[in-house]
């Protein structure tokens, strides 16, 4: 399916390949694992034959800023109490923790290179709403960064077009990568979490 749909951008109107740009930003947040960055890499390559380069960056970075904002507001909405009673299965009073000390410490830098770590970007809009980070600070970063990433993956697919599937595999292996790295940091952040509150 996703071969067909790649084959399609590059012969559909305008208009088709706008809207598939504006789909897929949204539903990677929502839906995760995504071929997002694979289809705004080949529709990079239809800049200048049917589409233009600004409208298709600022349609895919709205597109994909609204399911951060999506996905901010359900953590917001979500009760802390029933996390630390440990009724939510996939999000554990720990990781609560940690995320919260990841903001602490870290800040909003976080935020602003969201959309550079693949893998864990919906983890972040959500922890950001459930630590109650502050709204217009955190759209603001996280609309910057999803600016940035869009510009790059519209410039390469536009500037490497013949070469769109091994950009691909490099953004995937650049992704991998970095998942690995943040999650090993996860994993050391738990464990010296998990140690302090047994020495106490």
Known sequence: MLEHLLEYIHTAPPIAVYTILLL???IENIFPPSPSDLIILVGGTMIGKSIDFIPAVLITAVSSELGFILLYYLGTQTDRKIIHAGKLKFISADALQIAED??????????LFNRFISGVRSVIAFFAGLSELPFKKTVILSSISSLLWHIVLLSLGWLFGAH???????????GTVLTIAVLVIVIIFGARYYLAQKGK
């Open 24 to 26: 897929f930003p949204f």
């Open 102 to 111: 990841w903001f602490a410490k870290y800040g909003f830098v976080i935020i």
């Open 164 to 174: 769109v599937q091994k950009i691909d595999h490099i953004i995937s292996v650049y």
